[in-house]
Structures are given as structure tokens and as C-alpha cells.
């Protein structure tokens, strides 16, 4: 496809339940993001792909969230026994650049997966 | 830790018209790219314009003009004739060269009325 995509574009979760959700970066793209945005708020970095490899996961919150990219493509962000302070919009994005030093290489983001957790 | 800070929770301006919003950072680094997202109710995060510190020149794109004040650590973006479809949320966000992740601040939403 042209941009990134993510499904579902919502979702609702009852509280202790797994949520997965997707990603499918712009195709060749190298690096892919995570952020979370909570509401009224600016997203916050989650977590980062090179390719299949997890570079950084600093901004995981706590060890229910698990990120991954096996082949190096589509990326799933798993969430596990959600709790109500997890719903948030959760984005993906992809750049072509290799390697951390991405500032003159534009992100592209998805539209984003709204989750809900009641 | 680097920070952004957008003191403008919401601004409003009249089409044909010019709008300012402002934004300010905190960081001990030196070399750091700086950049306006829009964020429209698709929630797709869309690049508006992107700053190099090491740049004095400050970058413009079409309508969208930056004013880039290092020593102050600011970044403001002018909107001039503005029109209805740049009515969104508006990011400032940074980041440094060696990080891999960018650092947002907490919007302004921007309204255009006729």
C-alpha cells in the first residue's frame, strides 16, 4: 500500500483481556515505531524496530506490553491483561533510514488503533 | 530528559488570516532536529515542517514558516492565510540525532472560522 496501516482501527477490550495490534509499515521501510497517545495528550514513543531487531523498548511501561517484527515487516504491539489506564490511540510509523540518526528522514505515520478498555 | 512545551492549548484564527503558535524545549544537546506535526481527526500524524539546529536559517514550507530561536530554545510556527482545512491538532516535536525517538509536546488545537 501507499501509506502505513494499522488494524483494527478500534478496539474494545474488557479489563484483564489480550489485545493485539497490528501494524503493516510502508513496504521497505527499515524502521518502525510504536507511540502511545493518551487522550489530550502528545504520543509517546514506545518502542523501535531496525528491521527485525527491537533496538529500543525504553518507553514499554511494564512487562504486559511486548512489541515484535520477526520478518522484519508487519509489527504487532501485544498488551496483556489490559488495564483501563491502557486505553489510548496507539500509532505506528515507519522511515526508510537505517540507524538512529533519522532526523532528516521523514516519519510516516498510521492512522492509529484507538483502544478502549472498560 | 529533553522536554517540549506547547503553552497554547487552543488557538483560533480566521481564514485568509495569520496565526503563531509557540513552542519551547529543554535540552543539553547541541545538535537536534525540531519539527510541527499535524494531527487532523483521521488522527494521522502528518510532517508540516522540520528545523536543523545547526541551521540559522529558518525553514519554510509553502504557507508554513518556522521562527527558530536557538539560544531561547524556541520554535514557533507561523500559519499564514490560513485556511479551513489547517483547522487540527499541531505537535512540536523533538529529536537528537543519536536517539531514536522523537519527544512531543502536548498540542494546540487550531481552529478556523470563516
Known amino acids: 500500500g501507499a501509506g502505513v496501516s494499522q488494524s483494527p482501527r478500534y478496539k474494545v477490550a474488557k479489563r484483564g483481556q489480550d489485545v493485539a495490534l497490528r501494524c503493516d509499515p510502508i513496504s521497505g521501510h527499515v524502521s518502525l515505531f510504536w507511540y502511545q497517545q493518551a487522550l489530550g495528550q502528545g504520543p509517546e514513543f514506545l518502542t523501535y524496530?531496525?528491521?527485525?531487531?527491537?533496538?529500543?523498548k525504553s518507553g514499554l511501561p511494564s512487562d504486559r506490553f511486548f512489541a515484535e517484527r520477526p520478518e522484519g515487516s508487519v509489527s504487532t504491539l501485544k498488551i496483556q491483561r489490559t488495564q483501563q489506564e491502557d486505553s489510548a490511540v496507539y500509532l505506528c510509523?515507519?522511515?526508510?533510514?537505517?540507524?538512529?540518526?533519522?532526523?532528516?528522514?521523514?516519519?510516516?505515520f498510521g492512522n492509529g488503533t484507538r483502544l478502549t478498555v472498560t | 530528559a529533553q522536554t517540549v512545551t506547547q503553552s497554547q492549548p487552543e488557538m483560533s484564527v480566521q481564514e485568509a488570516e495569520t496565526v503563531t503558535l509557540s513552542c519551547t524545549y529543554d535540552?543539553?544537546?547541541?545538535?537536534?532536529?525540531l519539527f510541527w506535526y499535524k494531527q487532523p481527526p483521521s488522527r494521522q500524524m502528518i510532517l508540516v515542517i522540520r528545523q536543523e539546529a545547526y541551521k540559522q536559517q529558518n525553514a519554510t514550507e509553502n504557507r508554513f514558516s518556522v521562527n527558530f530561536q536557538k539560544a531561547a530554545k524556541s520554535f514557533s510556527l507561523k500559519i499564514s492565510d490560513s485556511q479551513l482545512g489547517d483547522a487540527a491538532m499541531y505537535f512540536c516535536?523533538?529529536?537528537?540525532?543519536?536517539?531514536?525517538?522523537?519527544?512531543f509536546g502536548t498540542g494546540t488545537r487550531l481552529q478556523v472560522t470563516l
Open positions: 535540552t543539553s544537546e547541541s545538535d537536534y532536529y
Open positions: 516535536a523533538y529529536n537528537t540525532g543519536t536517539a531514536s525517538k522523537l519527544t
Open positions: 510509523a515507519s522511515s526508510s533510514r537505517r540507524g538512529q540518526a533519522w532526523g532528516d528522514s521523514p516519519l510516516h
Open positions: 524496530f531496525q528491521n527485525e531487531a527491537q533496538l529500543d
